[in-house]
T-cell receptor
């Protein structure tokens, strides 16, 4: 399965600022996924990022708040913009292995605290 | 549409006791089913999966799960709990949609192991 390097692993940010999270995959993948895991909650899909096209956002998430870049088949970034304390969460990137039949591989997550 | 219900946000067992984490799903097509584990401050790790074939699947760390179509269940078990099993466990279901198999996650069950 793929190996994902995600950074930063954690950060504490001031409200109103932005944070960019990076994910690097050790193999080429068509789609990358970004999830949010709020405290005590399950994973919520933010968006799907395809190389060469705009990301597809799930209901409740918008590009202005969570801009995503996907410059090539091994890399993606998620930016959390104009942060508020409600954005404090764990953010995870993920890729699917063999059309999802082998499951999904996750990065180690970015624990974001907004103060 | 697909959904996952995990019964019990917390399960507490003694070391050496049986572990049973419950998962029920709904899916309009034959699903793929997964269990993931999340240790503190880490990303998700795939424990086991069911796609096709044998309904009893074995995973890492002595865990196994049985797909029961008639009961729409995929409960996770381990005969003897170990302290190192303490973690958050997520059940997930995925089914083909637009060429992808994006999973839907349950809310998670926190496994607590007492000495």
């Amino acid at each position: 399965s793929a190996v994902i390097s995600q950074k930063p692993s954690r950060d504490i940010c001031q409200r109103g600022t932005s944070l960019t999270i990076q994910c690097q995959v050790d193999s080429q993948v068509t789609m990358m996924f970004w999830y949010r895991q709020q405290p005590g909650q399950s994973l919520t899909l933010i968006a799907t990022a395809n190389q060469g096209s705009e990301a597809t956002y799930e209901s409740g998430f918008v590009i202005d708040k969570f801009p995503i870049s996907r410059p090539n088949l091994t890399f993606s970034t998620l930016t959390v913009s104009n942060m508020s304390p409600e954005d404090s969460s764990i953010y995870l990137c993920s890729v699917e292995d063999l059309r999802g039949e082998l499951g999904y591989t996750f990065g180690s997550g970015t624990r974001l605290t907004v103060v | 549409a697909q959904s996952v219900t995990q019964l019990g946000s917390h399960v507490s067992v003694s070391e050496g006791a049986l572990v049973l984490l419950r998962c029920n799903y709904s899916s309009s097509v034959p699903p793929y089913l997964f269990w993931y584990v999340q240790y503190p401050n880490q990303g998700l790790q795939l424990l086991l999966k069911y796609t096709t074939g044998a309904t009893l699947v074995k995973g890492i760390n002595g865990f196994e799960a049985e797909f029961k179509k008639s009961e729409t269940s995929f409960h996770l078990t381990k005969p003897s709990a170990h302290m190192s099993d303490a973690a958050e466990y997520f059940c997930a279901v995925s089914a083909p949609s637009g060429g992808s198999y994006i999973p839907t996650f349950g809310r998670g069950t926190s496994l607590i192991v007492h000495p």
